[in-house]
């Protein structure tokens, strides 16, 4: 007699579901092939779990059936190796005991979600019908999960676009400078922001938050995104008006996107050379202003001028008489948000939002530290991480935390800052950059090399360990250099993965280690050990996924900044 296993060859041809028996009685075995024949289902029959196994790993299976009471391997034991190998395929266990009173039997059953059981004495529709309900709701699960991933893969897509139309997070120039933080609730945001350049010293900013969550306000915020790429070619009479520029903006929403989405917007145009700021609001945040020197908030709008949001209502009307003007101090720093900063929470029901006073106590902190500190780079970071160590940790919606400030005249001759991609070229170039700006400023050529090789070493480490390959493309790096006393302080802030703090090792720990990866290869692994060797101190933080790293190097006696000093 042949083997039940080939006595489905020719049903399996036309068979839509494969299922693995598993039975040591060879009664059994032949009389369930005999059951499934010229059925939808094309049985392969095993005697033990090791034939079981052999054959799970080289064939795909719809549904294992199985006895319970095997040797030496019972069904349970099998059911865990199965489970090694696919965690979900559904396994239907069939016996002739009897559930104990203490229900023992289904509660080993019931341990995995995805195991059935059937008497052995089942009638035949019965067990075609269970194999049938258990694979189809498998097959569904699996569709699901691809379904899932595609999705997934869709919105990781969708993700890379939105970030490609966006600023980037920090920029510097002779008369200002801005860094962004930039956070959806999920992958994908509909949260706006775009900054364009006009002329050497005029700007314009938009700012906007598109109807909806997800998928919805992504698609609307792309493409007005998209619409805002013709404002580069705007001249200052124009971008200096932005009520005709919102105007733009609800008429390519309500021609474009109508009844799809509205969006809520606000249109700064900045002129740094006579320190106006001229803006429309039309239902976005108020600009939050605060005076550096006196810690004074100030209100840039106390008529609350302003209009409807674009893309409401047909044949508004943005008039010039809703645009707000207001002329400003160069130690003015700016702070613009979207309403998703004011919905985070202290719990996932978004039940105890943030507090405009806390908010507003917090920022004046922050702002008196980064101007002890010279540092406005990371502050919508360090705001965002404050407010969640305050307890704010639930956001309810997309967060946009931007902000500006004009650089400090008085610290010009003695800082530097550099902004560069993190490729070789850019990094070669601005590490020999760095190098002057300190034999100019400190006279010694022994402490250009130190800084040089520390810029060097430490951002060809952050490239090559710390960001992916779409982050080299699009992603920046900020390099700030200051004489703080008798130190360099060299700063690097990075987007990338997270720093183990391996600092604490000593001088003499690197000169070893350095010594073994010399002989190791040449040229690779070495930044930590030949930047500690050099510097006396290093620091790192990270704030919201953004690395400060801090280096201090001792300036030597004899230099022009000891002979400055004395």
């Known amino acids: ?92 266990f069939l016996t002739s005991l009897v559930n104990g009173i203490d229900n023992s039997l289904l509660s080993k059953i019931m341990l995995d ?107 609307g915020m792309t493409a007005v995104q998209s619409f805002l790429t013709q404002l580069s070619t705007y001249g200052v009479e124009k971008a200096s008006q932005p009520h005709l520029i919102l105007k733009e903006v609800n008429d390519f929403i309500l021609r474009h996107l109508h009844n799809a989405v509205y969006m809520c917007g606000l249109f700064v145009f900045w002129d740094f050379e006579n320190n106006i700021i001229r803006f429309h609001n039309a239902g976005y945040m108020d600009i939050i202003a605060i005076d550096s020197e006196t810690g004074e908030t100030l209100n840039l709008n ?44 202290k719990d996932p029901d978004g039940e105890s939002s943030l507090d405009n006073e806390e908010l507003m106590e917090l920022l004046g902190i922050l702002v008196q530290q980064s101007i002890q500190e010279d540092n406005t780079i990371s502050m919508p970071y360090l705001c965002y991480e404050s407010l969640e160590q305050l307890g704010y940790q639930y956001p309810q919606d997309d967060c946009l935390l931007f902000m500006l400030r004009k650089p400090l005249k008085a610290q010009a001759e003695k800082i530097c800052v550099y902004r560069l991609q993190p490729n070789n070229v850019d990094i070669d170039q601005v590490a020999q950059q760095a190098a002057d700006f300190v034999l100019d400023r400190c006279g010694s050529e022994i402490l250009a ?28 790096l900020v390099l700030k250099i200051s004489v703080i006393g008798k130190n360099l302080k060299i700063t690097i802030w990075d987007r990338g993965k997270e720093w183990l703090d391996e600092s604490a090792i000593t001088r003499t720990e690197a000169e070893s280690i350095l010594d073994m990866r010399n002989e190791e290869v040449s040229g690779s692994g070495r930044g930590l050990s030949i930047i500690k060797k050099i510097v006396s101190t290093i620091s790192r933080q990270r704030h919201c996924g953004l690395n400060e790293t801090v280096f201090f190097i001792p300036i030597e006696e004899g230099s022009k900044m000891e002979e400055d000093a004395s």
């Open 449 to 476: 090399e130190k800084a040089e090789l520390t810029i060097e070493e430490h951002l060809v480490n952050i490239v090559e360990h710390g960001l992916d390959e779409h982050d080299k493309e699009n992603d920046y």
């Open 302 to 345: 106390p008529e609350k001028k302003g209009s409807v949001p674009m893309g409401m209502v047909e044949q508004t009307t943005y008039s010039p008489h809703d645009t707000v003007e207001y002329h400003f101090k160069d130690s003015t720093i700016f702070m613009i948000s979207s309403d998703g900063l004011w919905d985070l929470s």
């Open 113 to 219: 979600s995805f195991s059935y059981y059937v008497p052995k004495n089942f009638d035949r529709l019965f067990l075609l019908g269970k194999l049938k309900q258990v694979i189809q709701y498998y097959q569904a699960q699996k569709r699901v999960r691809i379904l899932e991933h595609q999705i997934q893969r869709n919105q990781e897509l969708a993700s890379i676009v939105q970030q490609s139309l966006l600023p980037p997070w920090v920029h510097f120039e002779k008369n200002y400078e801005f860094s962004c933080l930039y956070r959806p609730l999920g992958q994908i945001s509909g949260d706006l922001f775009d900054w364009i350049p006009i002329n050497d010293h005029c700007c314009l900013s938009v700012f906007g938050d598109i109807s909806g969550h997800g998928t919805h306000s992504a698609l």
């Open 1 to 92: 007699m042949p083997h039940p296993s080939s006595q489905t060859g020719a049903v399996s041809k036309r068979s839509k579901f494969n299922v693995l028996l598993v039975d040591d009685e060879k009664l059994v075995r032949f009389t369930l092939v005999a059951f499934f024949r010229n059925s939808e289902f094309a049985v392969t029959a095993v005697a033990n779990a090791q034939e079981a196994i052999e054959h799970f790993c080289h064939e795909t299976y719809d549904a294992v059936i199985s006895d319970v009471m095997m040797e030496p391997v019972d069904g349970f034991a099998l059911r865990s190796m199965l489970r090694n190998y696919n965690k979900e395929v559904p396994i239907i």
